[in-house]
């Protein structure tokens, strides 16, 4: 366990950074806990982490924009989660950017099916920097403060090994009906 969290301290900001490139929260929640334990510096967590989403979603939106033809092939099996990023986009407008970081699913489809579309690029830019910024601050923060509890269920999942596949069965049992439900035609 020491030669793990050793790792994390010399390596734990690379790999939170390439975590937070694709979204990142989980990652993000790890390096709260860790910053709550002193294995890692909250700050620099938050900046490596804000950093990565900003320019993860950058690259997306680019993709969307100049690459459409490859995007539209890759997204020819993602045609209902498209369409509801859409849809959302219409029914929530800006927010939308806001609203994706913190839902799995579609995270990395709101910044390729904006990118498709005519939205203004400065527009996403900003909206995204302060979106970024946001889920940072609420997710990193929240996680170090939530220290202590988090810590504790690890506690109890270590003594019950069984719960942790229960609790992810779940967890993506949940996320699976949320997105069938939501894409049904």
Same mark, same amino acid.
């Given at each position: 366990?020491?030669?793990?969290?050793?790792?994390?301290?010399?390596?734990?900001? #690379?790999? =939170?950074?390439? !975590?937070?490139? %694709?979204?990142?929260?989980?990652?993000?929640?790890?390096? +709260?806990?860790?910053? /709550?334990?002193?294995?890692?510096?909250?700050?620099?967590?938050?900046?490596?982490?804000?950093?990565?989403?900003?320019?993860?979603?950058?690259?997306?939106?680019?993709?969307?924009?100049?690459?459409?033809?490859?995007?539209?092939?890759?997204?020819?099996?993602?045609?209902?989660?498209?369409?509801?990023?859409?849809?959302?986009?219409?029914?929530?407008?800006?927010?939308? #950017?806001? =609203?994706?970081? !913190?839902?799995? %699913?579609?995270?990395?489809?709101?910044?390729?099916?904006? +990118?498709?579309?005519? /939205?203004?690029?400065?527009?996403?830019?900003?909206?995204?920097?302060?979106?970024?910024?946001?889920?940072?601050?609420?997710?990193?923060?929240?996680?170090?403060?939530?220290?202590?509890?988090?810590?504790?269920?690890?506690?109890?999942?270590?003594?019950?090994?069984?719960?942790?596949?229960?609790?992810?069965?779940?967890?993506?049992?949940?996320?699976?009906?949320?997105?069938?439900?939501?894409?049904?035609?």
């Amino acid at each position: 366990m020491q030669s793990m969290l050793e790792n994390l301290e010399t390596y734990g900001y #690379i790999v =939170l950074f390439l !975590y937070s490139f %694709g979204g990142g929260f989980v990652a993000l929640m790890g390096a +709260g806990v860790l910053s /709550y334990t002193g294995h890692m510096d909250l700050t620099t967590s938050l900046m490596v982490a804000f950093t990565a989403n900003f320019l993860g979603d950058m690259m997306l939106f680019y993709m969307g924009r100049y690459h459409k033809k490859e995007v539209i092939t890759y997204m020819h099996k993602h045609k209902r989660k498209l369409a509801l990023s859409h849809l959302l986009m219409k029914k929530r407008g800006s927010w939308v #950017i806001f =609203l994706q970081k !913190y839902v799995y %699913g579609i995270k990395t489809l709101i910044p390729l099916a904006i +990118g498709i579309t005519k /939205y203004d690029l400065k527009k996403f830019a900003i909206l995204n920097l302060f979106a970024s910024a946001l889920w940072a601050l609420v997710v990193g923060i929240g996680s170090f403060m939530a220290g202590e509890a988090i810590k504790s269920g690890y506690e109890v999942v270590a003594q019950r090994p069984w719960i942790a596949p229960l609790i992810l069965f779940s967890v993506v049992a949940l996320i699976w009906w949320y997105l069938s439900f939501k894409t049904k035609k």
